[in-house]
């Protein structure tokens, strides 16, 4: 199984909660076409644990992640496996995540070594089912089993991938191979609005709430009809990994899950890696994550990457094929959803995201602005999120036993300058975790507070 210990323990936290409820209501009706096999239907019973995954077939999915379960779902036609220009029709009536269960076999016929079952391998969609990486679907990293034999036990394993969608009717096509399993489809909620807790316009022509890596490049001047954040000039900073040399955060707030939005203006000449770049789960200059904005895309533009103690690597599930920077602003959109590990960019309002990521490294954070070396303007920030409360490691929404645990593991660990304040748990910054982060801990304890606050 390809999911990471911090979200076994987040859903631990959470009670598996999720898997009590259906999401029902998102998939209004689908039409299959180009195909005499038995009839897709949309499932009576939410996801869960031993329900049928097909109509032409007892297969059953088991070990459903607690991430999608409750979720609505569609039980195939296994047989359309075969079918080269079968088309499902997917219409949804409001806007939701549609999910679909790639058999890990997909695009791996030619693998060496594999476990029987291909648990924890990831499907290569450059040659089958590439549609669906054209169309932005990206790995959650997390798999459902399919039990073909009856006896509660997966015989083999898909991995769920992801899209957010807007309602109205999204297309799905072939899989056109006979050793797989069909895919499956379901739809779960659209993370709800957060609470608005950061804005800027730059009106007051102060910039108390921001602290840069270079003070001296940043400064307040005229334009956008009003007053913006200018960075004028490269920053005086270097590094210790190689990443953005021009970063501006806001000093102050902290947050888990987020939406940010903001106008940006590239006031750079043009060339292949002019960029703009938006930072979050910034903990220190050593750990954070930036979407990097560039006018081409390569291996080191244009893509959403971490800093992790290292150089900057590439962790775009999606990208597109540049970012299309002139001289006039433009809208930005930054999603970000911690329990999913989700991570979406938008651009000038377009309902699909430009760059899509999963990744759950960085549970909480600081947000900002900058560029990795050019100069731009920025205007009409919005920052909706969850703020992180001290303490709440392994969330959802409070610090619990859970977080005590982490907190544990990771007592009287020193040198936490080093190593990402020892992952958070040296709540007090003063470089061991220690009596005193225990008694900020306590201070939080059980401490839970409005969703989103």
């Known amino acids: 199984m390809k999911r990471s210990l911090a979200a076994a323990l987040v859903l631990a936290a959470i009670g ?23 009839v897709p239907v949309v499932a009576e019973e939410p996801l869960n644990e031993n329900v049928l995954a097909f ?28 079918v080269a220009n079968v088309e499902l029709d997917v219409t949804l009536g409001r806007d939701a995540v549609v999910l679909l269960f790639v058999d890990n076999r997909v695009g791996n016929g030619g693998l060496a070594e594999h476990p029987d079952d291909y648990a924890g391998v990831t499907p290569d969609l450059s040659s089958e089912m590439a549609w669906a990486a054209n169309m932005g679907f990206a790995d959650m990293g997390i798999d459902i089993g399919i039990d073909e034999s009856g006896d509660g036990f997966a015989n083999y394993w898909s991995s769920v991938y992801w899209k957010a969608v807007s309602a109205g009717t999204i297309t799905l096509l072939e899989l056109n191979q006979g050793s797989r399993n069909m895919y499956g489809v379901a739809a779960i909620e ?25 003070p001296s490049a940043w ?14 000039k490269n920053s005086s900073y270097s590094p210790t990994y190689r990443s953005p040399y021009n970063i501006n955060l806001v000093r102050d707030v902290m947050v888990e899950s987020f939406s940010l939005e903001l106008e940006l203006l590239s006031t750079n ?20 994550y930036y979407v990097h904005m560039g006018k081409t895309a390569d291996a080191h533009a244009n893509s959403i990457f971490i800093v992790d103690d290292a150089d900057r690597v590439s962790i775009a599930h999606y990208r597109t094929d540049g970012t299309p920077w002139d001289n006039n602003w433009h809208t930005v959109r930054l999603v970000r959803d911690v329990e999913t590990g989700r991570i979406e960019v938008y651009f000038d309002g377009v309902s699909t995201p430009i760059m899509t990521a999963i990744n759950h490294r960085f549970r909480w954070g600081r947000v900002g602005v900058g560029s990795f070396d050019d100069i731009g303007q920025f205007d009409d920030l919005q920052l909706r999120g ?7 490691f392994m969330g959802p929404y409070g610090v619990d036993f859970a977080d005590f645990a982490f907190f544990a593991s990771r007592w009287l660990e020193a040198d936490c300058t ?36």
Not at 219 to 232: D, N, Q
Not at 386 to 392: H, N
Not at 425 to 451: C, F, N, Q, R, Y
């Open 16 to 38: 598996l909660m999720s898997g009590e409820s259906a999401q029902a209501g998102h998939i209004s009706g689908i039409e299959r076409h180009n195909s005499t096999n038995a």
């Open 55 to 82: 109509v032409d077939r007892a297969h059953k999915y088991v070990e459903v992640p607690a991430e999608i379960a409750g979720a609505q779902y569609v039980q195939m036609a296994n047989d359309d496996k075969k």
């Open 190 to 214: 659209e993370p709800a609005v957060w609470p608005l807790v950061f804005q800027a316009d730059f009106e007051d022509g102060n910039l108390a709430a921001w602290g840069a890596t270079d």
């Open 219 to 232: 400064r307040i001047e005229g334009g956008h009809g009003g007053k913006v954040l200018s960075l004028f």
């Open 269 to 288: 000449s043009d060339y292949n890696h002019r960029d703009m770049c938006v930072f979050f789960g910034y903990q220190d200059p050593s750990h954070f």
């Open 386 to 392: 969850r703020l992180w409360i001290e303490g709440d």
């Open 418 to 453: 080093e190593s990402n304040r020892c992952d958070g748990a040296d709540l007090g910054g003063l470089d061991t975790v220690d009596a005193a982060d225990l008694m900020i801990l306590s201070e939080h304890w059980l401490g839970m507070g409005p969703k989103g606050q």
